[in-house]
């Protein structure tokens, strides 16, 4: 069975840019989870989606934005990107009402 | 406000010997545990849970002890071995509804030396 990919896997943008990361979940999960990983935040929770609908989110502003397709993909954007959006940003899967996330790669954002 | 804390950035622990990971939490909420372990370029992965009505779970060389009224949790490794060697962060989740937002602590580095 396939993990969660996560495409790209390096992208780098300057300040004011926007960037748009996707993820793909394993076949069969229908819940898709964000976080960002920072060295001085660790692991921050930013939104979950399921069933093509954001169930719960984070405390991140409204630049941070998120989506999901039928097919349970899902693409997170961020706008008018900061320097401190610099971060590793980290999807997981996972069966409903399964407790255990499975983690992507990631996706390693360097905003100049 | 950090609900979920792991005091100590870095351990070092010799080959052969137990490693014991701590972790902190303040929310009386939360109910279910989980520990991850990260390698560098990787996603992390899942290790070890444990339920707020339990205060043990083992699996092989890994237990995970919880106390509930010290809000405190604590993963074991033995024997620990150099592959133990990653990022270890400590989770917590409110219910199955909450299980998706998870609460990481900041991790430890853990480092087995030969």
């Known amino acids: 069975k396939a993990g969660v990919t996560q495409t790209p896997r390096y992208l780098i943008k300057t300040r004011g840019q926007q960037v748009t990361l996707s993820c793909s979940p394993i076949?069969?999960?229908?819940?898709v989870s964000w976080y960002q990983q920072t060295p001085g935040q660790g692991l921050q929770f930013l939104f979950e989606?399921?069933?093509?609908?954001?169930?719960n989110k984070g405390n991140f502003p409204g630049r941070f934005s998120g989506r999901q397709f039928s097919n349970s993909r899902s693409e997170m954007n961020v706008s008018t990107l900061e320097l401190g959006d610099s971060a590793l940003y980290l999807c997981?899967?996972?069966?409903?009402?399964?407790?255990?996330?499975?983690f992507g790669p990631g996706t390693r954002l360097t905003v100049l | 406000d950090q609900q979920v804390k792991q005091n100590s950035p870095s351990l070092s622990v010799q080959e052969g010997r137990i490693s014991i990971l701590n972790c902190d939490y303040t929310n009386s909420m939360f109910d279910y545990f989980l520990w991850y372990k990260k390698y560098p370029a990787e996603g992390p992965t899942f290790l070890i849970s444990i339920s707020s009505i339990k205060d043990k779970n083992e699996d092989g060389r890994f237990t995970v002890f919880l106390n509930k009224s010290a809000k405190h949790l604590s993963l074991h490794i033995v024997p620990s071995q150099p592959g133990d060697s990653a990022v270890y962060f400590c989770?917590?989740?409110?219910?199955?509804?909450?299980?998706?937002?998870?609460?990481f602590g900041q991790g430890t580095r853990l480092t087995i030396n030969p």
């Open positions: 997981a899967s996972s069966l409903p009402g399964d407790n255990e996330q499975f």
């Open positions: 989606y399921f069933s093509e609908t954001q169930r």
């Open positions: 076949s069969g999960h229908r819940s």
């Open positions: 989770a917590a989740s409110v219910g199955i509804q909450g299980a998706q937002k998870l609460v």
